[in-house]
């Protein structure tokens, strides 16, 4: 049926060629004039084809019903052509439709109107509805439901070379039912869909391949008051934005929230792009098989100035963030990211030269457990903590809260990092390995708590470095397991000038480990156990461990537990080098020794060094055993100058050596059961060009000094000096 009325009515059988109105099984044909379904009338046909700028208009309470097109059921094309709809349309109620529901194509436009309704079912072979090129437009403030009765074979909707969409403020939308693809796609330059109302995909039924997909440089348009909700995805993902493709989101985004999504919620790659605005949200959740959100590739960017929240509502299989292959993501200064709930992985995960920036809020595990990591590096990632940034871990159920590792992988803090706060720690607060760095830079405020099984901070591996020029506190609020801090296996810690390391509430062994062959420099403040016990050593040194305590450097040493020393050093090329200052006692008691020297380990205090001792319960001030075993002084050594050392101010045991060189003083005072000096063992020998003072201001409660075994040697040379009081 050809339209021949110029402007007229459907239902008028002289407005058509040959005359007749038309029935289910006709072709209509309108190339001209204005058609109008009026109202309370029921139109029908198998499909209808709008051209050369005709117009088509269904009234309200009118519909219009196609059937069993052989081709597509509703085509528009041709600029100024119009499909007006204020009634209702229904594209394969019945019986199927063989390729588009509907289209537009060149210039071709179609409005639904506010309380219309259009709904598509049952295609055949292709899309449900499809619009495409340039000044092609759909404007909806109605309803539009596609796949709610039956499937659409490929897209709910595909849009694409230059062709828009408007979903008008009071526009629903309902895709469901897909075959093949997608429920939106969107795709191509100048493709647009612009959403200012609701959009629910896959609400009913599933969605087979992406609930949206974006590709070739198209945009998404999501607007303040807006919603987008994505469920029921069964094979593949629920937001995919690819090639130069951009969603720019103001409203709410709900991924998951409802039914199951079998991909990631969101991927993004080849220089896919989401910028979520100050009043946009986002929500993830129910990703049964992989991530929240996953990007890679160069280009790939995701801006967040308002809320995101994955895990909030349903588990994630894997990783709340993956982003790897030089990703790239802004958390500016009002945006919120929120993971909770990995039932496998990771909260965060960023490999191959993936970089996050934070100058907002990343909270990860705040209400739900992490299953591994809080956050995951590898590969040459870097991961920047702005000055405004926060960033707080909680709840890792079997991983750490940090972890970074591999050569050019590094984590920059300007901000502020909490770790174990509200909830435990399974591993380590924050783990750097296998060539990984991290730089707490000036201003940054790291609190590290609450760990379940091992340390506040652990570092191993060669070219594996952390440096401190902030404030760093582990242990401050709640206890860490075993080791405050583990410096270990040819790593470096530096702690800079100006910079603070408070270690506290140690609860198994120590506050500082230093072992193989790793090194510590200090040129700043260190505390272990000011304001909390360790569990046994304050610093514990073995295997090649080196501490290097420079001019500008401070430590200060308390309250072991358990009988155990305050500084521990022991086996071949283990070194402790103080040209700073060193206090041991100062405010709480030590359990035995202040230090303890073992096998070959050795200990210089340098000529602007300056070593104070004091409050032991039960040990030594200086206690040095096994051949080889050294400590050299060419500054200051003072102990219980304070309070009282229990036992012996420093005992020297089988083999071990002591040198007070020219110009060095040593003062012992305040010895509560026996001597200032006591040398045993043959083969041990103290030597003494300096000053040495015993019981200068307190008494010693036996000797000043005692050689107790045959081969003991004390030598006390021409420039030494040595004044014994109040024995």
Known sequence: KTWIGGTGNWDVSSNWSPSGIPVNSSIVLIYSGDVTIPSAYTATCMSVEVNLGAKFRILSSGELLINGS?????????????????GIVRVGATTAISTRGIVLTSGGKFTNQSGALIEVNRISSENGMEIRDV????????????????????SCIFIHSAGQFENKPGGNMELNN??????????????????????????????????LTMDNNSKFHNLIGSILQIDRITSYDGLAISSNSTFYNSGQIQIGNNQAIRGRCITMWSAGKLYNNASGSIELNRCTDYHGIRMNDSGTYLSNSGSIKIGNVAALNRSGLLMTSQSLMDNTSTGTLEINNTTVYEGITIDANAVINNSGFINIGNNNPIKTHGVLMASGAKFNNQFAGILQINRTATGNGIEIKDANTKFTNYGNIRIGNLASISNTCT????????????????????????????????????SNAGILKIGNTNKINFFGLAVENWSTFNNLAGAVVEIDSVASYDGLVITGNSIFNNLGHLKVGNNNSMGWRCLNMGSGGQLNNLSTGVIELNRTKNNWNAIELYNTGTQLINQGLIKIGNVAPILLSCIAMFSESQ????????????????????????????FDNFGIVKMGFNRKIHDIGILMESGSKFNNYANATIEIDSIKNRDGIRCTSASTVFENAGTIKIGKTYPISVHGITLSSAGCVFNNQTTGIMEVNRC
């Not at 052989?70 to 204020?86: A, F, P, Q, V, W």
């Not at 070593?611 to 055993?625: C, D, F, K, Q, S």
Request: proline letters at 1%.
């Open 70 to 86: 052989t081709n597509d059921g509703i085509r528009c094309y041709g600029l100024n052509s119009e499909i007006t709809n204020d």
């Open 135 to 154: 000044n092609t437009k759909f404007t909806n403030y109605g309803n539009i439901q596609i796949g709610n009765l039956a499937s659409i074979k490929y």
């Open 178 to 211: 897909t075959n093949l693809y997608h429920g939106l796609w969107i795709s191509g330059t100048n493709a647009i869909f612009s959403n200012a109302g609701t959009l629910k995909i896959g609400n009913i039924s599933p969605i087979i391949n992406n609930g």
């Open 431 to 466: 783990y750097v390995h296998s060539g990984g760095q991290f730089e707490n830079k000036p201003g940054g405020n790291m609190e590290l708590n609450n760990t379940n099984l091992y340390h506040g901070i652990g570092i191993a591996g060669t070219n594996t470095v952390f």
């Open 603 to 630: 200990f210089e205090n340098s000529s602007i060094g300056v070593l104070e001792m004091n409050n032991t319960v039960n040990g030594h001030g200086i206690h040095t055993r096994d051949l080889n075993t050294k």
